[in-house]
């Protein structure tokens, strides 16, 4: 609010701006230096050893680690985001249209919400390993039992990552519309509308806006995630967060830019999405 020479009015539209201003500068100086680092180091010109040379060395020489670690990231995470967006919105529904237990659902969402990624994937092994829980309690012979941990595709990392984020999106949807479709759906019911109808023309329009700004969210986080594919994914290919903190980490001091273009590429489809997305969900809230 702004106070103005009668009292109190409205706030004018550049108020928010002008005050979230210093910590977006902040932020986009601490960010924009570390990106630039980054870059540089992949570029060439900012070797741990050696003189500074521009070259694109760093893109080329792992390029065919590079593109499958590429490959391997986008599936993780695309599909990861899908089942989250999908069970999320599904929990959602659940908790705008249940009479009883909503306090329930929105407990356990918000307590999957405090589990970490790290010990949620620690628990996500345990259970679903050739030797865990989940082969235990079904009876499956060890041997019969797929390769969900660490196998040919990243079945774990996946569902650890859809388990966790599809709480995140079941919360920020159902804050964004829960009140404001209850509103409607009792004049769609006045009208005469059947329930499918409510879910179908007033819940998913309504819906759309968070839920896609959710789903950025997910997909840009599953895409940079270490820990979870780490822990959960296969050998070979690494997701690109894995590729670079391994080649970071290796004893040739020279693969410095390999790593360093490793994270440029994560980082540039992060940005990629976010820049493909956002308008799309502006324009989904604006035709709701």
Same mark, same amino acid.
Do not use: C, N
């Given at each position: ?55 694109? !060395?760093?893109?080329? =020489? ?32 659940? /908790? ?38 989940? +082969? ?9 039992? #797929? !390769? ?31 009140? +404001? ?11 005469? =509308?059947?329930? @499918? ?7 998913? #329009? ?13 997909? /840009?986080?599953? &895409? ?10 296969? =050998? ?9 903190? @391994? ?5 040739? /001091? ?6 360093? =273009?490793?994270? /440029? ?12 997305? &956002? #308008?799309?969900? @502006? ?6």
């Amino acid at each position: 609010m702004r106070r103005s020479r009668g009292g109190v009015g409205p706030a004018a539209p550049g108020d928010g701006a002008r005050l979230v201003a210093p910590a977006m500068v902040l932020i986009l100086a601490v960010t924009g230096t570390a990106l630039g680092a980054v870059l540089a180091t992949s570029l060439g010109l900012m070797p741990l050893v050696g003189e500074p040379r521009l070259s694109m !060395e760093g893109f080329t =020489a792992p390029a065919s680690q590079l593109r499958a670690a590429t490959a391997e990231s986008l599936l993780t995470a695309a599909t990861a985001t899908l089942l989250a967006a999908v069970i999320g919105l599904t929990i959602a529904t659940a /908790v705008v249209h249940a009479t009883r237990g909503v306090r329930v659902i929105m407990g356990l969402a918000a307590a999957v919400m405090t589990v970490s990624h790290l010990v949620g994937s620690a628990a996500t092994g345990l259970l679903l390993s050739g030797a865990g829980l989940a +082969q235990r309690w079904s009876g499956v012979p060890a041997g019969s039992w #797929p !390769e969900l941990v660490g196998g040919r595709w990243p079945w774990a990392t996946v569902l650890e990552l859809a388990w966790k984020e599809s709480a995140f999106v079941a919360l920020v949807v159902v804050a964004a519309v829960a009140r +404001q479709y209850t509103d409607l759906r009792e004049v769609s019911a006045v009208l005469g =509308a059947p329930p @499918r109808e409510h879910w179908r023309r007033v819940f998913l #329009p309504l819906t759309a806006p968070p839920l896609a700004l959710s789903s950025i969210v997910v997909f /840009v986080y599953s &895409l940079g995630t270490y820990e979870v594919a780490r822990l959960l994914g296969r =050998a070979y290919p690494d997701p690109l967060p894995v590729m670079a903190y @391994r080649l970071f980490t290796d004893i040739d /001091v020279t693969a410095r830019p390999e790593a360093a =273009a490793a994270a /440029v590429v994560a980082t540039g489809l992060a940005l990629l999405a976010a820049l493909i997305s &956002l #308008p799309l969900a @502006r324009r989904l809230g604006a035709h709701r």
